[in-house]
């Protein structure tokens, strides 16, 4: 192969030859190969940069995030299962405009006379406590849902409230501590209920575990205060 002769400055090169193909080869340095990390372990570390950044950006601080971080795995681990699948969607469904306690609340008064009064108290501070989460703290404290509409194996309906607190987890510990205080022998029965529907809505993928949580000390809190409002 011959060397290009230099030229003066503006003037095109002549005689260049074309490069031959070995030679180019015989050129080329040895490249070490460095080890590609494999898909998984690429994909544990994405993972864990987007939980830093959640934590980040969480409207509550880092252990909130950590917190509803690991109640999403837990919860996870049972999602896709028929028994607490049905089971949950169904008490997130009963939750809706606090079905589940009135029909408890109508129960009661057919069964007991002389307390449907109380029945109609229930419905009616119901919807109080409703009008104060909803139409106020919910407006005061913007927080987008983890879906939308909820998973979409469940079809729920779609919430147009912002996140936090919780709805469900609110009226149903603001049902329970009524009703415990109306008929307290079957007071673990409306604590158990009032549980697994506020823990329907992580499952379902509606709210976050912190919601839940808020909603149950909001719902404890506004009975204290209706209790004494409008005592029994």
Do not use: C
Not at 93 to 113: M, N, T, Y
Not at 121 to 138: D, T, Y
């Amino acid at each position: 192969m011959s060397a290009v002769e230099p030229s003066a400055p503006g003037e095109p090169v002549e005689d260049v030859e074309a490069v031959e193909v070995g030679d180019a080869v015989e050129s080329v340095d040895v490249v070490e190969i460095v080890d590609v990390p494999a898909p998984s372990a690429a994909s544990e570390q994405i993972d864990t940069v987007e939980e830093v950044v959640a934590e980040k950006l969480h409207p509550f601080g880092p252990y909130v995030a950590r917190f509803d971080a690991a109640a999403e795995r837990w919860l996870d681990r049972w999602r896709g299962h028929p028994v607490p699948d049905t089971m949950f969607r169904t008490a997130s469904r009963l939750g809706e405009w606090s079905l589940i306690w009135h029909g408890a609340s109508a129960a009661i008064a057919v069964a007991q006379p002389r307390r449907a009064g109380r029945t109609l108290r229930l419905a009616i501070l119901l919807g109080a406590e409703s009008l104060i989460v909803n139409q106020g703290i919910k407006r005061l404290i913007t927080r987008t849902r983890p879906l939308v509409a909820g998973d979409p194996r469940h079809r729920l309906r779609r919430p147009r409230t912002s996140s936090f607190p919780s709805g469900h987890a609110s009226s149903g510990f603001f049902a329970a501590t009524l009703l415990s205080r109306t008929v307290p022998q079957l007071r673990p029965v409306w604590y158990a209920a009032a549980t697994v529907v506020a823990a329907s809505r992580p499952y379902v993928r509606i709210h976050h575990a912190s919601d839940v949580v808020a909603g149950a000390v909001v719902g404890r809190v506004l009975a204290r205060i209706a209790g004494r409002v409008w005592p029994e």
